[in-house]
Structures are given as structure tokens and as C-alpha cells.
């Protein structure tokens, strides 16, 4: 069956730190996505791509990248973490033409 | 700006009762509104509306669209300790996946 999967799914890691989290999906969809969920604020949206080599930043895309070298993986790297980025991160994707997300399992990232 | 709001942000309540979440809507290019269940871990798709006016219906569930007012409700009959988890609401303004969601309601069903 095809899935959506990330990891690590949990991680703790250092102020300042450089930190990448992974998420690979086998639906050969042609577009990936990353949210993070912190209470209150539902689901944001980080960053996106509709395909190899293209990415696009989202409302909350600070101190966040990605990219996108081929269909399966969307890897997002905090370049520098911060404690503000303590949060649940999941990973989605969605075949073209439709509305439909499917989510991974979701990492929960603590700054200290 | 675009944007989503749910409401109540949280409810509890009993086995048995019926509960309708709200959701409304300003968004500069509709497309889909949709409705997940996320337990402990994942979202999983409820509904997807494109319609105003047409019921989709999944066991206890319901939904229904209202274009015109810009808002959604999800409706849950009968709810069961099951029924406990957070449902977000979310719009799709491009038909591309990129979705924004509102905040979400918490149900806790209680015994």
C-alpha cells in the first residue's frame, strides 16, 4: 500500500542547532507539503512543492527550507532552531487535481 | 488574508448526544472545503464539499456546505467515546493541495 512516512518521530534537540527532518511518500504524488500544529493554531502551512525542483514558502516559512529532488522525498531543515519551533510537524501530500491531503504520522520536535 | 474559524474550539459532552461543529470561511478563490478527524496522531479525511446544499453522509457523520453564507457544518449523531478527538476544518482556494486549515474543535465524548 501506498503510504507517507517521517522521520524521526521524536527528536530533542539544542538551541542553534541544524536540524532536518525527513518525509518520504510513495503515492507518486506530485504535490508535498509541511505544517506544523501547535495548540490554538490548528495547522500551518511551512513550506510547499508542486513538483521536482520547485518550492514555495508558506505563512509561517521562516527559518525553514526545503527541497525537492525528486517525486518520493521533501526533507525540511531548520537551519538554526529556536525554542518558538517546538512543535508537531507533519508531513502531506496530495495528487494533482485534487483537494485531498494525506498526512504522515507527524514529528514532534522540542527545542531546548 | 485568507482564513478559517471553527467553532467551538472545544466541547464535551455526553454518549448518545448530537453535536454540529461550525466552520466558516474567506477565502479569495474556493474550491473544496474539507473536514478531517485527528486522533492521536495523523488527520484522516472525513469530507470533502464542493457544493452548497448537498448532504454527505458517513454513518453518524454529516456534512453540508452553504456557499452563499460561507460556512460548513459537521454534524455527529448518537456520539460514542470513539467520536473523541479534534476536527479540523479546511479550505482548499487553488485546487492544489495547499490547504488552510482553521484551529480545530476538540470533542471530548465522555461515558
Known amino acids: 500500500d501506498a503510504e507517507i512516512t517521517q522521520s524521526p518521530r521524536h527528536k530533542i534537540t539544542e538551541t542553534g542547532r541544524q536540524v532536518t527532518l525527513a518525509c518520504h511518500q510513495t503515492?507518486?504524488?506530485?504535490?508535498m507539503f509541511w505544517y506544523r500544529q501547535d495548540l490554538g493554531h490548528g495547522l500551518r502551512l511551512i513550506h510547499y512543492?508542486?513538483?521536482?525542483?520547485?518550492?514555495n514558502k508558506g505563512e509561517v516559512s521562516d527559518g525553514y527550507s526545503v527541497s525537492r529532488s525528486n517525486t518520493e522525498d521533501l526533507p525540511l531543515t531548520l537551519e538554526s532552531a529556536a525554542s518558538s519551533q517546538t512543535s508537531v510537524y507533519f508531513c502531506?501530500?496530495?495528487?494533482?487535481?485534487?483537494?485531498?491531503?494525506?498526512f504522515g504520522e507527524g514529528s514532534r520536535l522540542t527545542v531546548l | 488574508e485568507d482564513k478559517v474559524v471553527q467553532s467551538p474550539l472545544s466541547l464535551v459532552v455526553h454518549e448518545g448526544d448530537t453535536v454540529t461543529l461550525n466552520c466558516s470561511y474567506e477565502?479569495?478563490?474556493?474550491?473544496?472545503l474539507l473536514w478531517y478527524k485527528q486522533e492521536k496522531k495523523a488527520p484522516t479525511f472525513l469530507f470533502m464539499l464542493?457544493?452548497?446544499?448537498i448532504e454527505k453522509k458517513s454513518g453518524r457523520l454529516s456534512s453540508i456546505l452553504d456557499k452563499k453564507e460561507l460556512f460548513s457544518i459537521l454534524n455527529i449523531t448518537a456520539t460514542q467515546t470513539g467520536d473523541s478527538a479534534i476536527y479540523l476544518c479546511?479550505?482548499?482556494?487553488?485546487?492544489?493541495?495547499?490547504?488552510?486549515f482553521g484551529q480545530g474543535t476538540t470533542l471530548q465524548v465522555k461515558p
Open positions: 464542493t457544493s452548497s446544499g
Open positions: 477565502v479569495t478563490n474556493f474550491r473544496s
Open positions: 479546511a479550505v482548499d482556494s487553488g485546487n492544489t493541495g495547499k490547504l488552510i
Open positions: 503515492w507518486n504524488h506530485n504535490n
Open positions: 502531506a501530500s496530495s495528487g494533482s487535481g485534487t483537494g485531498e491531503l494525506f
Open positions: 512543492s508542486y513538483g521536482v525542483q520547485d518550492t
